[in-house]
């Protein structure tokens, strides 16, 4: 028996482009060059994985997020497929703590198939590099339309921008400073699973246009201020926000947020503030949305990692 721990931040995504066909409009069949244009957050909270693997005759995966036997269907795709790739049967328990709300734009589909992975590998001492996790991450939430830019994003932490879509080792990712000082507040009201919005037929055309222009004002002035404020605008041309969370983005920046947008995809939001500011933003939010979610994170700029027990 062999036992390893991995951790991995939770990646909020701000803004998007579907990226699914080639410069001819025909549609790429590779899952691990399907992938999307974006950007967003890497946060301290996150997913922590406790890998535990024995010999089997049988591969046998149990995983629990929070200690409930869940499916997890992407993150078994995943560690199914890494055994299958070194040509070995273990019987895996995999133990996820979720530190953030699951469905709602915050990566942990990405973020609990990462690190499940990297302990898995570290466990079972399967030779792996980081960008070997990060592509059969990307593959899996491709594959299981959990998702199509993620893995990219929470590989290297940090403020990301992902430039070119795909899998690590083919997509571009850059990074954007951080300010110092600063948290990211975060506000969750429900969940809206990936799966249930990317499986639209109209989803590309109705979010491309304003994705890419989003993305391309970010790189003609890559900061922060416009980041956010592009992010906000992304979120209302696209029809994904709500009353609600406009409502909240607009309580955010009036006491003190650099700016606010909505989570892709999810009922919730994120905004960025000085560390001083945090405590009158969430406790105002808390007044107008009494059952809502709130907690302060910072940036997380070092990615999915093996750590201890």
């Known amino acids: 028996m062999r036992i390893s721990d991995a951790r991995c ?11 699914v066909n080639d410069e001819d409009g025909q549609r790429i069949r590779d899952p691990s060059k399907i992938g999307a244009r974006g950007g967003g957050f890497a946060t301290k909270r996150g997913v922590h994985s406790h890998v535990l693997c024995r010999k089997s005759a049988k591969t046998h995966i149990t995983i629990r997020i929070n200690s409930q036997i869940q499916s997890a269907q992407t993150t ?12 070995l049967s273990l019987d895996v328990k995999v133990d996820l703590q979720i530190s953030v709300p699951i469905g709602a734009g915050y990566g942990t589909s990405a973020a609990g198939t990462a690190a499940s992975c990297l302990a898995l590998a ?12 990060g592509k059969l991450t990307h593959v899996a939430e491709v594959v299981n339309q959990t998702g199509l830019g993620t893995a990219s994003a929470i590989l290297v932490g940090g403020f990301v921008l992902v430039t070119e879509p795909g899998a690590p080792g083919s997509g571009v990712v850059d990074r954007l400073p951080f300010p110092r000082g600063n948290s990211i507040i975060c506000a969750y009201l429900d969940a809206n699973p990936t799966k249930n919005v990317l499986s639209q037929m109209d989803i590309a055309s109705r979010v491309n246009p304003a994705g890419r222009l989003a993305i391309e004002a970010i790189k003609r002035n890559p900061c922060l201020t416009t980041f956010l404020s592009e992010a906000r605008k992304f979120s209302v041309k696209s029809g994904f926000q709500t009353r609600e969370t406009s409502r909240i983005i607009d309580i955010m920046i009036k006491n003190g947020a650099v700016g606010a947008a909505q989570n892709m995809i999810g009922k919730a939001v994120h905004g960025v503030a000085e560390n001083r500011s945090v405590e009158r933003i969430t406790s105002q939010v808390k007044k107008e949305f009494p059952t809502a979610r709130i907690f302060a994170t910072r940036l997380d700029d070092r990615g999915v990692r093996l750590v201890g027990n």
């Open 76 to 87: 078994h795709w995943a560690l199914q497929s890494l055994l299958k790739q070194n040509n």
């Open 122 to 133: 570290d466990a079972a001492q399967f030779p792996v590099t980081f960008n070997e996790i």
């Open 9 to 19: 931040p939770a990646g909020i995504s701000s803004l998007f482009e579907i990226c």
